[in-house]
């Protein structure tokens, strides 16, 4: 048996005699140490990296030369975004075991991608300081060295964990629980992480919750607050600010318009009130024609008018004419009577004259017969009308005294006693060899005696 | 909820890639076995005549 410690040759004891070392007690170590490395490389395997690093360093406290363990322990630092902590195991197991190293390996690709380690390490960096800066008191700008770590290393749990501390002391819970998402999505089991998720989903308000329609408001909550970030609140902010200054740069130049403005209608106003008081205002002097075209219309309306009356009435002066010629001097008549003599020339009255004297008889004449007709029949409106007509168009014929002795008839009856007496007087004083004289005056008479 | 004056000294420091050659050379760290050999080699010393004995 040869000695793990300094490579003597053994014997039956089991005490190196060179080294004096007790070969049962470096087994039960080594065999500690391969447990640790078994339960490193399960929890490794979960992704529980926090865990992975715990148990493998237990098994390098065991056993320091166990280059594989090393191995795994670097991978476990270096994706929790420890890059440092992850070169120096992967060192240390190549001078450990020089060949056959897959340590030799992990190096030359972080070597390889020179700009990502030195993210990496400058998210390390931003770190330190940030923990400075939160002991300073600079609290903000230590926030500000974090955000910059996590996005420069987006898996450097540690920098998440840290932020989610800060923000759960400052109960900004939605921001405390998207950076303990972060740490708990590259380190499963982070303790860290855990114990921040612990605080705050017993703080109570933020709970996951979901609705009665099973839609997950949490859920919708962190898209919203991916979608509000820092950017856009800033973007408004700037809005607002420009906004506010041009308001403030543009004021004095708008007020001095608005007086300008002001003044412009104030003397507007002033000359039209001026022009209104002396009738010479624009309005003024469209109302005055607007007047003076109104009154020439008229005239010109009134002569039209005048004109289509001479039209009309020369018109029934050529059908009384007409009516003559035919022998129908009743018609004739009628027309005549209802024509305005004076708008006539004179040759035209003299026309008009000559035609009453040939027709008017003859109206008389019919009208006289009609009115007696229905005198008789015992209608006495009727033979008022037509007797009434008949003494308009009549003169000196020989019925007339027996127009007016039935209109005085009638009058009597309806007791109109003054226009009977008169139509009855007529008859006496006009018509003396009338053969209703007697009668007329016997009438006269006993109305004169009521 | 929580106090973060207290809750950030449980942050340490974490190893930056420029420290690496200095931290690497200075570790000598030990391990469970080099102390069971150096106790099992100063207990040879302190007894020899003990363990020759048995």
Same mark, same amino acid.
């Given at each position: 048996?040869?000695?793990?410690?300094?490579?003597?040759?053994?014997?039956?004891?089991?005490?190196?005699?060179?080294?004096?070392?007790?070969?049962?007690?470096?087994?039960?170590?080594?065999?500690?140490?391969?447990?640790?490395?078994?339960?490193?490389?399960?929890?490794?395997?979960?992704?529980?990296?926090?865990?992975?690093?715990?148990?493998?360093?237990?098994?390098?406290?065991?056993?320091?030369?166990?280059?594989?363990?090393?191995?795994?322990?670097?991978?476990?630092?270096?994706?929790?975004?420890?890059?440092?902590?992850?070169?120096?195991?992967?060192?240390?197991?190549?001078?450990?075991?020089?060949?056959?190293?897959?340590?030799?390996?992990?190096?030359?690709?972080?070597?390889?991608?020179?700009?990502?380690?030195?993210?990496?390490?400058?998210?390390?960096?931003?770190?330190?300081?940030?923990?400075?800066?939160?002991?300073?008191?600079?609290?903000?700008?230590?926030?500000?060295?974090?955000?910059?770590?996590?996005?420069?290393?987006?898996?450097?749990?540690?920098?998440?964990?840290?932020?989610?501390?800060?923000?759960?002391?400052?109960?900004?819970?939605?921001?405390?629980?998207?950076?303990?998402?972060?740490?708990?999505?590259?380190?499963?089991?982070?303790?860290?992480?855990?114990?921040?998720?612990?605080?705050?989903?017993?703080?109570?308000?933020?709970?996951?919750?979901?609705?009665?329609?099973?839609?997950?408001?949490?859920?919708?909550?962190?898209?919203?607050?991916?979608?509000?970030?820092?950017?856009?609140?800033?973007?408004?902010?700037?809005?607002?600010?420009?906004?506010?200054?041009?308001?403030?740069?543009?004021?004095?130049?708008?007020?001095?318009?608005?007086?300008?403005?002001?003044?412009?209608?104030?003397?507007?106003?002033?000359?039209?009130?001026?022009?209104?008081?002396?009738?010479?205002?624009?309005?003024?002097?469209?109302?005055?024609?607007?007047?003076?075209?109104?009154?020439?219309?008229?005239?010109?309306?009134?002569?039209?008018?005048?004109?289509?009356?001479?039209?009309?009435?020369?018109?029934?002066?050529?059908?009384?004419?007409?009516?003559?010629?035919?022998?129908?001097?009743?018609?004739?008549?009628?027309?005549?009577?209802?024509?305005?003599?004076?708008?006539?020339?004179?040759?035209?009255?003299?026309?008009?004259?000559?035609?009453?004297?040939?027709?008017?008889?003859?109206?008389?004449?019919?009208?006289?017969?009609?009115?007696?007709?229905?005198?008789?029949?015992?209608?006495?409106?009727?033979?008022?009308?037509?007797?009434?007509?008949?003494?308009?168009?009549?003169?000196?014929?020989?019925?007339?005294?027996?127009?007016?002795?039935?209109?005085?008839?009638?009058?009597?009856?309806?007791?109109?006693?003054?226009?009977?007496?008169?139509?009855?007087?007529?008859?006496?004083?006009?018509?003396?060899?009338?053969?209703?004289?007697?009668?007329?005056?016997?009438?006269?008479?006993?109305?004169?005696?009521? | 909820?929580?106090?973060?004056?207290?809750? *950030?000294?449980?942050?340490?420091?974490?190893?930056?890639? =420029?420290? +690496?050659?200095?931290? *690497?050379?200075?570790?000598?760290?030990?391990?469970?076995? =080099?102390? +069971?050999?150096?106790?099992?080699?100063?207990?040879?010393?302190?007894?020899?005549? =003990?363990?020759?004995?048995?």
């Amino acid at each position: 048996m040869i000695c793990q410690n300094c490579g003597s040759e053994i014997g039956q004891s089991g005490i190196c005699p060179a080294c004096g070392s007790d070969v049962r007690l470096l087994n039960m170590a080594r065999n500690a140490s391969l447990r640790q490395y078994n339960k490193g490389v399960t929890a490794a395997k979960e992704g529980d990296y926090s865990g992975a690093i715990e148990a493998l360093n237990r098994c390098i406290l065991f056993d320091k030369r166990n280059a594989v363990a090393r191995n795994l322990l670097g991978i476990a630092y270096y994706q929790v975004g420890m890059p440092g902590n992850a070169l120096e195991q992967w060192i240390i197991s190549s001078s450990i075991q020089a060949e056959n190293n897959p340590a030799a390996g992990y190096i030359n690709a972080l070597q390889r991608h020179a700009r990502t380690l030195e993210k990496q390490d400058d998210a390390v960096v931003m770190y330190h300081k940030a923990l400075e800066l939160f002991q300073s008191g600079s609290e903000d700008l230590a926030v500000i060295q974090l955000k910059k770590a996590v996005d420069f290393s987006p898996n450097f749990v540690t920098a998440h964990n840290l932020l989610a501390a800060y923000y759960l002391s400052r109960k900004e819970k939605s921001k405390a629980r998207f950076h303990i998402n972060k740490a708990l999505r590259v380190d499963k089991a982070n303790p860290k992480a855990l114990e921040y998720l612990a605080i705050l989903t017993s703080g109570g308000s933020e709970k996951e919750s979901k609705s009665k329609t099973g839609y997950d408001e949490s859920a919708a909550r962190k898209d919203f607050s991916r979608i509000i970030r820092p950017e856009l609140v800033t973007f408004v902010l700037g809005v607002v600010v420009t906004a506010i200054l041009t308001f403030f740069l543009a004021l004095p130049a708008v007020t001095e318009m608005q007086e300008s403005t002001i003044r412009d209608l104030e003397q507007q106003v002033a000359t039209l009130t001026e022009e209104n008081e002396n009738g010479t205002s624009k309005f003024a002097l469209e109302y005055q024609e607007l007047e003076a075209e109104n009154e020439q219309l008229k005239t010109e309306n009134e002569a039209y008018r005048q004109s289509e009356a001479n039209r009309e009435q020369a018109g029934k002066l050529q059908l009384a004419q007409a009516y003559a010629v035919s022998d129908q001097q009743a018609e004739a008549a009628k027309l005549l009577h209802d024509l305005d003599v004076e708008k006539f020339s004179e040759e035209d009255q003299a026309l008009i004259a000559q035609l009453k004297e040939q027709t008017y008889t003859f109206a008389a004449a019919e009208y006289y017969e009609s009115g007696n007709g229905k005198f008789s029949a015992g209608d006495t409106a009727g033979a008022e009308a037509d007797l009434l007509l008949a003494l308009e168009y009549g003169q000196k014929e020989d019925f007339m005294d027996n127009v007016l002795y039935l209109l005085g008839q009638i009058y009597e009856e309806k007791g109109d006693y003054a226009q009977a007496k008169e139509y009855y007087g007529r008859v006496v004083n006009e018509f003396a060899g009338s053969d209703v004289f007697s009668q007329a005056e016997e009438r006269m008479n006993a109305i004169l005696s009521l | 909820m929580i106090n973060f004056k207290e809750e *950030i000294k449980k942050y340490g420091k974490i190893l930056e890639v =420029d420290e +690496l050659e200095d931290t *690497i050379h200075a570790s000598d760290m030990k391990d469970i076995m =080099d102390m +069971l050999a150096y106790i099992c080699k100063s207990q040879q010393g302190r007894y020899p005549k =003990d363990s020759q004995k048995r």
